[in-house]
C-alpha cells in the first residue's frame, strides 16, 4: 500500500510521508469545514433547498479535490468560493427591488456552468496556464501577501477580536467575551505549537481549541450521525434558456471573470507558500487549472455555486502537505462529512454572539496563523523599482481592504500596466497584463 502511494503521489520526491500528508489533509478540512455550513445558509436566500445544498457542496467539493490531488497531485483543496455565493444569491437572484437582477436561481447554476465549460475549453488550449505564468514576479508575491494579510483580517473577525466600529472602519472587539477569550486561547496555544515545532501544531490547536470550548457552551454537542439530505431539489435543475440576453451575458462574464482571478490568486498564494513555483512558473498548471474548471462544472450540475480552489490549503501546507494524497484525505473527510456532517459542525459551525452576529472561535486562530505564514514572500517585491512596487503594494491593500482578491489584482495589473507603459518600459510587461487592465477598466465603468 505504501509503496502504491509512493508511485502515485511522488512522496519521497517532494520530501513527505504519508502520515504527514494525511495530517495535512486533515487540517485542510478543518479549516474549511465551515463552507459546508455556510454554503447552504447563503444559497437558500436564494431559495435553494438548505439540505440538497449541502450535499451538493460536499460532493462537489469531494470530487474536485479528488481530481486536484489525482490528476496534478496538488495539495490544494477545492469547495465553493466566498463572495461567488454572495453574488450568486444576493446580486444575480436578488430582488430588482433590492438592487438584485432578479433571476432564478435556477438561471444562476446555468451561468456558473456555461463559465465552468469556458474555463474547460480554454485551458485545453492553454490560455490560463499562459495568463499564470504571465504574471510578473513582483505580482505573484503581492497576491501572496495580500491573501495572506486578507485571510489574518477575517481571521480577526471571525474570533471577535476586531469589530465594526461607528466613525471607523473597524475597533477592538470585547475582549473579555466567552468567544473572544476562546479564540485568543486558540491563537496563543497554536502559535506555542508551532514555536516549538510539534507535528500537526495546528491541527492539535484546533482539536485543544474545540474542546475547550465545550464545558462553556461555545462549542456545541451536536450528536455524530445524521443521514445525509436529499440531492434532488438542486440536481440537474440549471436553466441555460434565461441567458440569452445582455444581462444574461453579463452574469456569466462576472462568473467567468470572478473565477478566473480568484482562481489563479489562489494558486499563486498556495504555490508560493509550498514552494512549488520555479523559475517563476507552476509545474504541473495546466492539470491544476483543468481540475479547477472541471469541478466549477461539476458543481453547478450537482446544486451548488463556483467552485473553486482554495486559500484555506495553506493550513495544510503549513502542516506539510507536499502532494496529492493530503487531497484524498480532505475529499474523504468532505464524504464523511455527509454522514458526520453534526462533527464538522461543532468544529467549523458558528457561535453566535448577538443577533445575527457570528464568531468562528475555532477556526479563526488558525486564518490569523496562516495570514502571517503568508508574509514572508513580501520581502522578494522589488521596493525599490516603483514600477514594480507600487503595484504591488496596490494589490496587497486593495485586496485587504475590500476582502477581495479580485480588486486586489486588478488594481495591480492596472497600475502595473500603466506605469510601465509611461516609463518606456512597456516589453516588461507580457501582453496579457495589458489586455486584462483593459479589461478590468471596462469593468469598472460599466458595472
Known amino acids: 500500500m505504501g509503496r502504491t502511494l509512493q508511485e502515485i503521489f511522488k512522496l519521497k520526491e517532494n520530501s513527505t510521508n504519508v502520515r504527514t ?43 474536485a479535490t479528488f481530481l486536484m490531488g489525482l490528476y496534478a497531485n496538488y495539495p490544494i483543496a477545492l469547495a465553493p468560493a466566498m463572495g461567488h455565493n454572495f453574488y450568486f444569491a444576493f446580486t444575480v437572484c436578488g430582488a430588482v427591488a433590492a438592487g438584485g437582477m432578479g433571476y432564478r436561481w435556477e438561471t444562476a447554476l446555468g451561468a456558473v456552468f456555461i463559465s465552468g465549460l469556458l474555463f474547460v475549453i480554454l485551458t485545453k488550449f492553454g490560455f490560463r496556464e499562459i495568463l499564470l505564468n504571465a504574471i ?12 495572506g494579510l486578507l485571510i489574518a483580517f477575517v481571521g480577526l473577525q471571525w474570533a471577535g477580536i476586531v469589530v465594526d466600529a461607528p466613525g471607523i472602519l473597524v475597533g477592538l472587539g470585547n475582549l473579555k467575551s466567552p468567544p473572544v477569550l476562546l479564540s ?6 497554536t502559535s506555542i505549537l508551532i514555536s516549538r515545532r510539534i507535528k500537526g501544531a495546528i491541527l492539535w490547536g484546533v482539536v485543544i481549541t474545540a474542546i475547550a470550548g465545550l464545558p462553556f457552551g461555545i ?11 436529499s440531492l434532488s431539489p438542486t440536481f440537474l435543475k440549471l436553466d441555460i434558456n434565461g441567458l440569452f440576453s445582455a444581462s444574461g451575458m453579463m452574469v456569466i462574464f462576472v462568473f467567468f471573470f ?15 507558500q509550498a514552494g512549488f513555483i520555479k523559475d517563476g512558473k ?31 490549503s495553506v493550513a495544510g501546507v503549513a502542516s506539510g502537505g507536499r502532494t496529492g494524497l493530503s487531497n484524498i484525505a480532505t475529499g474523504i473527510l468532505f464524504i464523511l462529512a455527509l454522514f458526520f456532517s453534526p ?3 461543532m468544529i467549523g459551525g458558528g457561535y453566535e454572539a448577538s443577533k445575527g452576529v457570528f464568531l468562528y472561535p475555532v477556526v479563526a486562530p488558525v486564518l490569523i496563523i496562516i495570514g502571517s505564514m503568508m508574509l514572508k514572500g513580501i520581502k522578494n517585491i522589488q521596493w525599490d523599482d516603483p514600477t514594480e512596487s507600487i503595484p504591488a503594494f496596490l494589490t496587497i491593500m486593495v485586496m485587504t ?13 492596472i497600475s502595473y500596466s500603466v506605469l510601465k507603459l509611461i516609463t518606456g518600459r512597456r516589453a516588461e510587461a507580457h501582453y496579457l497584463i495589458y489586455l486584462f487592465s483593459v479589461l478590468f477598466v471596462v469593468r469598472y465603468i460599466f458595472l
Do not use: N, W
Request: net charge negative.
Open 219 to 229: 462549542v456545541k454537542y451536536h450528536g455524530i450521525l445524521s443521514l445525509p439530505p
Open 136 to 147: 510578473p514576479q513582483s505580482m505573484k508575491y503581492a497576491i501572496a501577501v495580500g491573501i
Open 184 to 189: 485568543i486561547f486558540g491563537l496563543l496555544l
Open 21 to 63: 500528508e494525511i495530517t495535512a489533509g486533515i487540517t485542510t478540512f478543518v479549516t474549511l469545514s465551515y463552507i459546508i455550513f455556510v454554503q447552504p445558509a447563503v444559497l437558500s436566500i436564494a431559495g435553494m433547498d438548505f439540505g440538497a445544498v449541502m450535499t451538493a457542496t460536499c460532493i462537489a467539493s469531494a470530487f
Open 401 to 413: 481592504a475590500t476582502v477581495s482578491i479580485t480588486e486586489g489584482i486588478a488594481f495591480g495589473f
Open 343 to 345: 462533527i464538522a459542525k
Open 282 to 312: 507552476l509545474p504541473r498548471a495546466e492539470k491544476a487549472l483543468l481540475a479547477d474548471s472541471t469541478g466549477m462544472t461539476a458543481g453547478a450540475l450537482l446544486g451548488t455555486s463556483t467552485i473553486t480552489s482554495y486559500i484555506e
Open 258 to 272: 470572478l473565477a478566473l482571478f480568484d482562481t489563479i490568486g489562489t494558486l499563486v498564494g498556495v504555490s508560493e
